[in-house]
């Protein structure tokens, strides 16, 4: 029966990789908090409030769907205004894409999404339903 290795096979074990960064073989691990406990919890808030939830008004002449009594999350210390990035809008369960939204604001105590009414390709309307998630209060 032949053999199915060859006798001067190199195996796996045979090589060994080392780290020569410490020479005492112990690990000193120091870490640094740079972010506060304000800017840790809104880095993940990502909150949704939908139109079955909360009352939104429709304004199909200037393509306005607005939240009411809706807040956008304070941005903390250190970190940039919010943009439309930072939110996802949905109409009848559908995403909308960035370029057809034009803004997303805080007007008062309410939340005003401007639609971009030529890419968004439709006329918006009351009888549809709204939902955006982002960096919203709860």
Do not use: W
């Amino acid at each position: 029966m032949a053999k199915r290795f060859s006798a001067t096979r190199s195996t796996s074990l045979a090589v060994r990789f080392y780290d020569n960064v410490s020479t005492t073989g112990k690990l000193v691990q120091q870490t640094i908090e740079t972010m506060t406990d304000e800017q840790k919890a809104y880095s993940v808030i990502n909150n949704a409030h939908t139109s079955n939830s909360k009352t939104v008004t429709v304004n199909t002449g200037s393509a306005t769907a607005t939240f009411v009594s809706t807040s956008l999350a304070t941005v903390p210390t250190g970190f940039p205004t919010q943009s439309i990035n930072d939110f996802t809008i949905f109409i009848n369960g559908v995403a909308v894409e960035k370029e057809a939204v034009t803004s997303v604001a805080q007007s008062g105590v309410n939340v005003v999404i401007t639609f971009n009414a030529t890419q968004l390709g439709y006329t918006i309307s009351a009888s549809d339903e709204y939902m955006i998630t982002g960096k919203l209060e709860a």
